[in-house]
Nanobody, 127 residues
Framework: VQFVESGGGLVQPGGSLRLSCAAATYDFDYYAIGWFRQAPGKEREGVSCISSSDDDAKVVYADSVKGRFTVSRDNAKNTVYLQMNSLKPEDTAVYYC???????????????????WGQGTQVTVSS
């Protein structure tokens, strides 16, 4: 299964972007989707997760983005969205979506929980 991110770009501080993660699979609603980011010279960081629909699409956020980022899913479109508001220069990174059919995630913001990864999309926050 291939997961593809889109929606990255250049935005000024305080601006907004919406990232999308899509996959062509009949059972998309059974996947938990995580969002991760990696800035140059830094380790990959878990940003958010939305669990599968049979797990009530529970959401988790890293403290660094809580109150600014919102994750949601539209299973009819096989897509998960990451709405990013009030962007800061420190949000600059390559953003990846990742997926797993494991419905019992212990650490949803840890990369080892996920089996499938997208290619990443660049987000740059700069004036």
């Amino acid at each position: 299964v291939q997961f593809v991110e889109s929606g990255g770009g250049l935005v000024q501080p305080g601006g907004s972007l919406r990232l999308s993660c899509a996959a062509a699979t009949y059972d998309f609603d059974y996947y938990a989707i995580g969002w991760f980011r990696q800035a140059p010279g830094k380790e990959r960081e878990g940003v958010s997760c939305i669990s599968s629909s049979d797990d009530d699409a529970k959401v988790v956020y890293a403290d660094s983005v809580k109150g600014r980022f919102t994750v949601s899913r539209d299973n009819a479109k096989n897509t998960v969205y990451l709405q990013m508001n009030s962007l800061k220069p420190e949000d600059t990174a390559v953003y990846y979506c990742a997926a797993t059919q494991n419905s019992a995630l212990i650490s949803p913001l840890k990369d080892y929980e996920y089996d499938y990864w997208g290619q990443g999309t660049q987000v740059t926050v700069s004036s």
